[in-house]
């Protein structure tokens, strides 16, 4: 393999998706566009921030096996494309999947020398202000991934690296630093 996988994985909120597009400024790495059947948000597009799909071309995928991955996430799939991940790979790029911890699991077999990494919010409160104040989700969606987020605490023990999100600089220093990259 001439690239290098990496996960990033923390809960809804913690800053996952800021944190991939600071890094994927660099030339040599790129963030896999998962796809999912979630419906998008007024400022998604498709293609750019996932490959919106209806549930049945989501097992249709699965059937085929061409995901590497793919999870439920509040009554929505989401997976990684293998061929995606692969051609990234044979490219050598850095290639990011920001997936759950579910997905996470299902990498780690298939690919034991994948980089984890698991960002953590600063605290509860934080997290909470973070998911009310992005407004992609009502009242009753927040909570169900305040409780989610409890369960993937549960998971972090099994990233090698563990980042309290509180900073962004120093957050993408200290991933700067785990990837190598000087
Ligand atoms: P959101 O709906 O907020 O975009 O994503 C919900 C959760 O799904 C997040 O924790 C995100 O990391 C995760 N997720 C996004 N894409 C994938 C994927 O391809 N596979 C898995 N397993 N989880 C994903």
Do not use: W
Not at 66 to 93: I, M, P, Q, V
Not at 118 to 130: C, G, S
Not at 147 to 169: M, P, Q, S
């Amino acid at each position: 393999m001439k690239g290098k996988l990496v996960i990033i994985s923390g809960p809804s909120g913690c800053g996952k998706t800021t944190v991939c597009s600071h890094l994927t400024q660099e030339p040599n790495i790129k963030k896999s566009i998962s796809f999912t059947t979630r419906a998008p948000r007024a400022y998604e597009k498709d293609g750019v921030h996932y490959h919106f799909i209806s549930r049945d071309a989501f097992y249709k995928r699965i059937d085929e096996g061409r995901f590497a991955e793919y999870a439920e996430y509040c009554g929505n799939l989401y997976g990684t494309s293998l061929d995606h991940l692969t051609k990234a790979l044979e490219n050598g790029l850095i290639y990011l999947l920001e997936i759950d911890v579910h997905g996470a699991s299902q990498i780690r077999k298939k690919f034991p020398e994948v980089i984890t990494i698991f960002l953590i919010p600063p605290d509860e409160e934080t997290l909470e202000e973070r998911l009310v104040k992005r407004n992609t989700n009502n009242k009753a969606e927040v909570d169900e991934r305040l409780e989610i987020a409890k369960d993937e605490y549960k998971y972090r023990d099994n990233y090698k690296h563990c980042i309290v999100n509180d900073k962004l600089d120093d957050t993408i220093k200290k991933i700067r630093k785990v990837l190598e990259l000087g």
